[in-house]
């Protein structure tokens, strides 16, 4: 399929079914809703049809607007950091359901930042602490995670976390990167083309940071404090094995409505 043309800038006011129309071309599922916020983010014509532009050409509508809603959350989102899936709000809801007086909070690989932010707005005031070995990814989690109400970290997943929160730690939420590396190119090219590959790949099975994470999380964990992994069905079970292994009481969770499957480990 030839690319689309660049889509032409309004001379005046511009029609709401002229880009419903742009979008749909472009195949946006939701073209009419994708319409309204693009219509109200952009205050000048001009500004509309860049953004269209950007939207019918491939670039995700986070991207395109600047942010992504996530947990009734408005989530600063920039080019090159991972977009926070709404089915990762599981995970956020298991993380409440099994510590809901949290404490000291987590949030590993943290991307945007959006499941540690998520947690502390539910839980009130909290110790959060938010890590990823991205720079950009860490540069859009202080957009979400301002000093005043966390920490954010550079480093490789434990290693870029303050020594003091060794066996503090009430939730341990891990959003690793779970695609196996053979299948990254046939993710939708949004993700593919759009969104940094070290938040994409996780190895030859995808599990690889999975098993780093659950190795190491028991000396971070407070008794009865939890980790909880995003996974895909297929890779359930082994995730259930290799939190087992390290020593953690292990349950799986799954949202039908969602496709959303979150291993939860907790430290006895």
């Known amino acids: 399929m ?10 005046s006011t511009p029609s709401r079914a002229l880009v419903v129309a742009a979008l749909r071309a472009a195949g946006c599922v939701f073209a009419e809703d994708e319409a309204e916020l693009l219509l109200a983010a952009a205050p000048t014509p001009g500004e509309l049809a860049t953004l269209v532009d950007r939207r019918i050409t491939g670039e995700p509508l986070e991207l395109v607007l600047g942010w992504a809603e996530f947990s009734g959350l408005r989530i600063a989102v920039e080019p090159g950091v991972f977009v926070p899936r709404r089915r990762t709000e599981f995970l956020v809801e ?3 359901a099994h510590v809901p007086d949290a ?15 998520a947690l502390a707005a539910a839980l009130g005031p909290v110790e959060l602490h938010a890590a990823d070995i991205d720079p950009a990814a860490v540069r859009c989690a202080r957009r979400n995670i301002p000093e005043a109400d966390g920490q954010v970290h550079t480093g490789d997943l434990f290693e870029a976390l303050p020594v003091g ?6 939730i341990l939420a891990a959003n690793v990167p779970y695609v196996p590396t053979d299948e990254v190119k046939l993710l939708p090219a949004e993700a593919r083309d759009h969104e940094p590959l070290v938040a994409l790949d996780g190895g030859s099975d995808g599990l690889d940071l999975l098993r780093r994470v659950a190795i190491e999380a028991p000396d971070w964990l407070t008794q009865g404090g939890c980790l909880l992994v995003e996974t895909s069905e297929r890779q359930a079970p082994a995730a259930v094995e290799a939190f087992t292994r390290a020593g953690l009481r292990t349950r799986p969770a799954v949202s039908e409505e969602e496709y959303a499957h979150v291993v ?5």
Do not use: E, K, N
């Not at 690319?3 to 032409?8: A, D, N």
């Not at 909070?105 to 959006?114: E, H």
């Not at 929160?165 to 009430?170: K, N, T």
């Open 103 to 117: 404490a000291v909070v987590v949030d590993l690989c943290c991307g945007s930042g959006a499941v540690g932010a």
């Open 94 to 96: 298991q993380a409440l």
């Open 165 to 170: 929160l060794r066996g503090r730690v009430d």
């Open 264 to 268: 939860i480990g907790t430290r006895p």
């Open 2 to 11: 030839p690319p689309l043309p660049p889509f032409p800038p309004f001379s």
